[in-house]
């Protein structure tokens, strides 16, 4: 069945850059998202790419694809105390009628 | 200038209780949905709706029944509420199904006591 997978804590210095990753099972998946929550609020999406791509950069974020490995990578670059969240990969079923949401990354940033 | 506005909030209620959330979008968008997210942040799709029809009902308890009287409404009633219920429910709006990045209200956080 379709399944997105990611760890649940990453813990980076500030002003490092901070990698957060996720792998998928469904090969056909056309859209893979990131979206961010920070507490007590909804979720935001940040960027997402396309499935013929394998990168995509918008400012401090790089979104990384590999389909091969079904694998897909958020890297945030200058990390900030604003950027402290859980974020969240999903990916377009295949019957494309819903968009399946990983378990989330809490991201800490320690100063 | 809210764009998916969810009431109420925060919602404490007792077992037993009936209760109803409210969602509104005001993007045009003619799909909503509701999502269930637990106290470990997994989050799982229960509804989704078209232009006023139900497209997506997942392993939802029928306790559960949403409305959409029009397609900027989504509104989710549950009965006979449980205590693991509690939970905190998302909104969410789309333009067309699936593939379209869904636009998220701020949730209410149910309590069942």
């Known amino acids: 069945g379709e399944d997105v997978e990611q760890s649940l804590f990453l813990s980076v210095r500030e002003g490092d850059s901070s990698v957060i990753n996720c792998t998928y099972t469904d090969s056909s998946s056309t859209y893979l998202y990131w979206y961010k929550q920070e507490p007590g609020a909804g979720l935001q999406l940040l960027t997402y790419i396309f499935s013929n791509m394998d990168m995509k950069q918008d400012q401090r974020l790089t979104v990384l694809l590999n389909k091969k490995d079904k694998h897909l990578s958020l890297r945030i670059a200058d990390t900030q105390t604003g950027d402290s969240a859980i974020y969240f990969c999903?990916?377009?079923?295949?019957?494309?009628?819903?968009?399946?949401f990983g378990s989330g990354t809490r991201l800490s940033i320690r100063p | 200038d809210t764009a998916v506005s969810q009431t109420p909030k925060y919602l404490v209620t007792q077992m037993g209780n009936d209760k109803s959330i409210k969602c509104e979008q005001n993007?045009?968008?003619?799909?909503m949905y509701w999502y269930k997210q637990d106290s470990k942040k997994f989050l799982k799709i229960m509804f989704s709706?078209?232009?006023?029809?139900?497209?997506i009902n997942e392993t939802v308890p029928n306790r559960f029944s949403p409305k959409s009287p029009d397609k900027a409404h989504l509104n989710l009633h549950i009965n006979s509420l449980e205590l693991g219920d509690s939970a905190v429910y998302f909104c969410a709006s789309s333009q067309g199904q699936g593939s379209q990045p869904q636009h998220f209200g701020d949730g209410t956080r149910l309590s069942i006591l």
């Open positions: 993007l045009g968008h003619d799909t």
């Open positions: 999903a990916e377009v079923s295949s019957s494309a009628s819903k968009i399946i």
């Open positions: 709706y078209n232009n006023k029809e139900l497209i």
